[in-house]
């Protein structure tokens, strides 16, 4: 195949369509490629060609809950130590006054305060 062939063959040679949009509209198909990680060409692209166009801001607020989950489990692990009266709180000394227990839960209530407001949202 030689390469005047194979030029004809790609996006960058190929056709471009102009589509005259006002200055709003300009900006939501902006924010809307923005919000599924895509050029805006891309995405127009597949919206006209009619493909499915999937956000990909719920998987980025899974992932931000598998964070905040995971330092859910973590705070919960050193309460539990410290309610079981673990031997290994000897070694680390007696840290563990009231103060430090209440702030212990204040933090994982903030957590659960976190979990909640990124699962709302998420959009089902």
Request: glycine share 6%.
């Amino acid at each position: 195949m030689s390469a005047n062939k194979q030029q004809e063959h790609t996006r960058k040679y190929g056709k471009h369509l102009r589509v005259p949009v006002l200055p709003g509209e300009e900006q939501k198909i902006k924010e809307n490629a923005a919000h599924v990680s895509l050029p805006v060409a891309e995405y127009l692209r597949r919206l006209s060609l009619g493909y499915e166009v999937k956000s990909t801001l719920d998987s980025e607020y899974v992932l931000q809950l598998v964070k905040v989950n995971a330092d859910q489990g973590r705070l919960g692990g050193l309460l539990k130590l410290w309610l079981t009266d673990d031997p290994k709180l000897a070694v680390c000394g007696s840290d563990w006054t009231p103060g430090v227990v209440l702030a212990l839960l204040k933090r994982i209530e903030a957590n659960q305060d976190e979990m909640l407001r990124l699962v709302q949202a998420l959009k089902f």
